[in-house]
């Protein structure tokens, strides 16, 4: 029964309820009834259904591994995987000063997953498996454990792909929905291991569409749905269904316990990169090699662009990115690629991911009052690197501009020297003050090119923009910072 046919039957329903004066047991108070017992079926036959396909997942980690879910931190499936790692290896350090030596792994981690092909292919969240030594499986009508390696993980959207050998157990593939054409407000159901408590169903409604920034690191692919379907740790990695019985999402964060606030993967991001981690075992995405923010997420973002309501700025060009061969530049508002309108950065990647490789993509661009057209190829995703940090220098006493928390000096061949950069127009900044404007936005060792829009070649074209300037309102700092062009709003506080 689909979400139309049971809303049509939920509103006769109504109707007959309120209506009726029949005493109780008259024929036409039945009606309601019925319909509350099609509801009931309706949800007993999806559990039904989808059960056969949902699998339990238990990992043994590796003896460098600690699993600190114990500790109760309800955010802990939202931390980024870096800080996971940070924290795990603190607690291993701290429990091989206390024992002497790392304990042997055990099967520590659980978490749920689903089947994606009959050939025993299983889709779970990357998160569910990191750090694994062992994976096994189980099935709802199957005692058996199945030992399953991993095929495929992808990082940024935290979907993962298991093989096992089904060993002629006829597997059910779960059917995979159309994530494009949910509607908020209808059916969610999720199913899977929340605390050790295997195939617990749980069911609520679509609560949005398209959330992004739940992670703070913006390298991750964000694009979630969120429900109230009851989602808790364990349930990671397992499907969310519709009434329909079709996987719509695959549960992955939930943002405290029993809050109702749960979120799960697009399918149709799930099935794009799941394919590509069967057939290659990796997902490679396209990129512009840029950072960028949504002008409505980040209303400050629109002083660069007065009028523009819709849109994405490009805040950084990163050094050895495909669009550094291009006529983009840092603070460019980009508002549609190849034609189709972008107004957030979520859309934006959405855009340029399944783009192949080395392929021209064409950008509508608004800069300093024009439109324009941009042409850009895509690149492969970049393999991480670690975070240069930038040196510290001592200032000469001649030639410095102290504003904005910024100390900076005209930029010479002793200075490009000392902070290893190169010698270009502008200025560099020698020391920033902590709590300042400009703390944690611009550092050490960058190299200021423009305020407001206007090319600074000198101290004291800094100095002079500056004085322009109103610096209790928002000013427009265009700097490169290693090879990376960016750029920041600062305002004197």
Not at 46 to 65: D, G, L
Not at 171 to 190: P, T, Y
Not at 221 to 233: E, G, H, L, V
Not at 453 to 463: H, L, P
């Amino acid at each position: 029964m689909n979400l139309y046919r049971m809303q049509k039957f939920l509103a006769l329903g109504l109707a007959a309820a309120t209506l009726s004066l029949q005493p109780l047991g008259a024929k036409e108070t039945n009606a309601p009834m019925e319909l509350a017992r099609q509801l009931n079926q309706a949800f007993i036959e999806v559990a039904e259904q989808v059960s056969a396909s949902v699998v339990v997942i238990k990992v043994a980690h590796k003896p460098n591994y600690v699993d600190i879910d114990e500790e109760g931190n309800p955010l802990w499936e939202l931390l980024p995987p870096e800080f996971k790692k940070q924290f795990r290896e603190e607690r291993e350090k701290q429990k091989k000063n206390e024992k002497g030596i790392a304990e042997e792994p055990v099967f520590d981690g659980q978490g749920s997953g689903v089947v994606l092909r009959e050939e025993g292919y299983i889709l779970t969240n990357r998160h569910v498996v990191d750090g694994a030594e062992k994976i096994k499986v189980r099935f709802k009508d199957d005692s058996d454990w199945y030992d399953a390696e991993i095929r495929g993980v992808d990082s940024q959207s935290d979907v993962a792909v298991l093989k096992i050998n089904p060993k002629g157990k006829k597997l059910v593939a779960a059917k995979l929905g159309d994530s494009s054409k949910i509607r908020v407000g209808e059916f969610a159901i999720a199913i899977g291991a929340p605390f050790e408590l295997d195939y617990s169903v749980t069911f609520g409604h679509v609560s949005a569409k398209g959330r992004s920034r739940l992670i703070p690191d913006n390298r991750m692919d964000q694009d979630f749905i969120q429900t109230d379907a009851s989602i808790n740790p364990g349930n990671s990695g397992g499907p969310l269904v519709n009434i329909d019985g079709e996987v719509i999402g695959i549960n992955t964060l939930i943002r405290g316990l029993r809050t109702g606030i749960g979120f799960a993967i697009p399918v149709n991001l799930v099935k794009e990169v799941s394919d590509k981690l069967v057939s290659d075992g990796k997902y490679v995405r396209s990129c512009l090699g840029i950072l960028i923010r949504g002008l409505a997420e980040f209303p400050e973002s629109r002083e660069v662009a007065p009028g523009i309501k819709d849109g994405v700025v490009v805040s950084e060009i990163t050094s050895n990115a495909p669009a550094r061969d291009s006529d983009l530049k840092a603070e460019d508002v980009i508002t549609a690629v190849d034609g189709v309108r972008v107004s957030t950065a979520q859309q934006l990647r959405n855009e340029i991911r399944p783009k192949k490789i080395g392929q021209t993509v064409t950008l509508d661009v608004f800069r300093k009052g024009k439109n324009l057209k941009v042409k850009v190829k895509t690149g492969a995703w970049p393999e991480e690197a670690p975070p240069m940090l930038a040196q510290k220098a001592k200032p000469s006493p001649e030639g410095i501009v102290k504003e904005l928390g910024l100390t900076v000096q005209s930029l010479t061949a002793e200075l490009a020297e000392k902070f290893a950069v190169e010698k270009t127009t502008g200025v560099i900044v020698t020391e920033v003050e902590s709590g300042s404007p400009a703390y944690g936005k611009v550092a050490a060792g960058d190299i200021i090119t423009e305020i407001n829009q206007k090319a600074i070649a000198n101290a004291k074209d800094f100095r002079d923009a500056l004085k322009k300037a109103d610096l209790k309102k928002d000013v427009i700092i265009n700097f490169t910072s290693r090879g990376t062009s960016k750029f920041e709003v600062l305002k004197q506080q």
